[in-house]
C-alpha cells in the first residue's frame, strides 16, 4: 500500500512541475518578423546544436525565460531561440556568423546586440535596462535621437549611445570648411546605413560640446573615430569620399561582428569563457546584389557561387564553412563568402555563372582567378592563402 501511496504522489508531482525552459520560444522564418517587431521585447539567441557552448549555456539561457516567466515583465519579456542549422536564411538575414549570438529586439525596431559575460545576473541587467518601461522614461531625455539614420550626440547622451554595439562619430565644428564639405557625404552615410543593425553613424558639435571633445581629445575637425562597447576602437585617416568610407565601415563591421558572441576584457570574463575556448564559428559572409560591390571592393575574397538544389554544392556547404573559419583564423587572410544563386539571379547571370558550384577569388574588386581544382579543405586553404599572398 505505502508503494503505491509513493507511486500516486511521484506521478502528481512530475504531472504539476512545468519542465525548465518551458518558457523559451522556439522562432522561425515564418514568425519571426511579426513577433519580434511587435510591441514586446524580445531575446533571441541564435544558435547551432552542434556548437558546445549553445549546449553549455542553454541551461542559463532557460533559467532566465522561467525568470521572466514568473514575474510581471512576462507580458513585456519574451526568451526565445533560432535553430541556425534550420533557420539559415533567417539567420543570414539577421547577420549572424558566431554561435551562440544574443540579440535584444524592442521599441518595434529597435536592436541591441548582447557582448557581455552569460552570467544571470548580466542577462537580466541587459534586458531589464532596454525592456523596463520606468528605465526607458527616465532615460528618455539622454536618449540620441536619428534624422534619416544620421544620430546627433551631446554631452549628455554621448555615453549612453556609445556603450554598446559598433559606432562611427564625426567630430567636427560648424566653422570648419572641411566639416562643411564633408556634411552632404556624411549624411548619405548615415542614409545608406540607417537600417543596418550592426552600426550607427554620429556627429558631435565641438563648438557646443567641447569637454566631451576634449575628453576624446579631439584637436582637429573633423575628427572621425570608430567606438566599440563605449570604447574608442580606430581613427579613420583615409579619403572622405563616400565609396571609401563605405568600404571603410564595410571592412570595419566584419572585422568586429567576429568579436560579438564574447568578450574578454577582463580577467573574470577570460576565466569564464577562455578566450582560447571561443566557439567562434564564422560563416561566410552571404552577398547580395545590394552588397556585392562594396564587398569585392578591398582586399581578397573568395566567393561560391551555388544553388541550394544543388548535390554538389550541399556536399561542399560544411567544407566552406570550415574554409571561412580556418581563413579567419589569420589575422590578414582572404575572406570566405557565397552567393545564392537562386535568390540573386540578375547578379550571378552578370558574373557568367553557368555551374555549381562556381569559385572565384576577386582582389580589390576584380575578379583574378576561378578555381577548378579539388573541393577539399587543405587544396581550398591553400588556394586561396596562395593567391592572397600575391596580392
Not at 547571370?349 to 573541393?375: C, H, N
Request: proline residues 4%.
Amino acid at each position: 500500500m505505502a508503494a503505491k501511496e509513493i507511486a500516486v504522489v511521484f506521478v502528481i508531482v512530475s504531472t504539476i512541475s512545468p519542465s525548465l525552459g518551458d518558457n523559451v520560444i522556439s522562432l522561425t522564418d515564418v514568425d519571426f518578423d511579426d513577433r519580434v517587431f511587435s510591441s514586446s521585447t524580445h531575446f533571441v539567441m541564435f544558435y547551432g546544436p552542434w556548437c558546445e557552448h549553445c549546449k553549455n549555456f542553454m541551461p542559463t539561457w532557460n533559467l532566465l525565460a522561467d525568470h521572466y516567466g514568473k514575474i510581471p515583465h512576462n507580458e513585456l519579456v519574451t526568451i526565445a531561440k533560432v535553430d541556425c542549422t534550420k533557420e539559415t536564411p533567417l539567420c543570414a538575414k539577421q547577420n549572424i556568423r558566431a554561435y551562440p549570438t544574443l540579440k535584444l529586439y524592442y521599441d518595434q525596431g529597435e536592436i541591441k546586440r548582447y557582448n557581455g559575460k552569460r552570467r544571470m545576473n548580466d542577462l537580466k541587467a541587459f534586458v531589464d535596462k532596454f525592456a523596463g518601461t520606468s528605465e526607458k522614461e527616465s532615460e528618455s531625455a539622454d536618449t540620441a535621437e536619428a534624422d534619416n539614420g544620421l544620430y546627433t550626440l551631446t554631452s549628455e547622451n554621448f555615453d549612453k549611445h556609445v556603450e554598446i554595439g559598433l559606432h562611427f562619430i564625426k567630430f567636427y565644428a560648424p566653422w570648419c570648411s572641411h566639416c562643411r564639405k564633408l556634411a552632404p557625404t556624411w549624411k548619405a552615410l548615415a542614409e545608406y546605413h540607417k537600417d543596418n543593425m550592426d552600426i550607427t553613424i554620429a556627429k558631435i558639435d565641438c563648438t557646443t560640446e567641447g569637454k566631451k571633445c576634449t575628453e576624446h581629445k579631439i584637436h582637429a575637425f573633423p575628427s572621425l573615430k570608430l567606438f566599440k562597447d563605449g570604447r574608442e576602437v580606430d581613427s579613420y585617416e583615409g579619403s572622405r569620399s563616400l565609396d571609401d568610407l563605405k568600404n571603410y565601415l564595410t571592412l570595419k563591421i566584419s572585422e568586429h561582428s567576429l568579436l560579438s558572441s564574447a568578450t574578454t576584457e577582463n580577467s573574470e570574463t577570460a576565466e569564464e569563457i577562455p578566450s582560447d575556448e571561443l566557439d567562434l564559428q564564422i560563416k561566410p559572409f552571404q552577398l547580395t546584389d545590394s552588397n556585392f560591390d562594396s564587398m569585392i571592393s578591398f582586399g581578397t575574397i573568395f566567393v561560391k557561387f551555388y544553388a541550394p538544389w544543388c548535390r554538389h554544392c550541399r556536399e561542399l556547404e560544411p567544407v566552406w564553412d570550415q574554409l571561412a573559419n580556418k581563413c579567419a583564423d589569420s589575422s590578414s587572410g582572404p575572406r570566405i563568402a557565397k552567393v545564392d544563386c537562386t535568390t540573386e539571379e540578375e547578379l550571378c547571370s552578370s558574373m557568367g555563372i553557368k555551374g555549381y558550384p562556381t569559385l572565384i577569388l576577386f582582389s580589390k574588386g576584380v575578379q583574378k582567378q576561378e578555381y577548378k581544382g579539388p573541393r577539399d579543405l587543405d587544396s581550398l586553404y591553400n588556394f586561396a592563402m596562395q593567391h592572397h599572398d600575391e596580392l
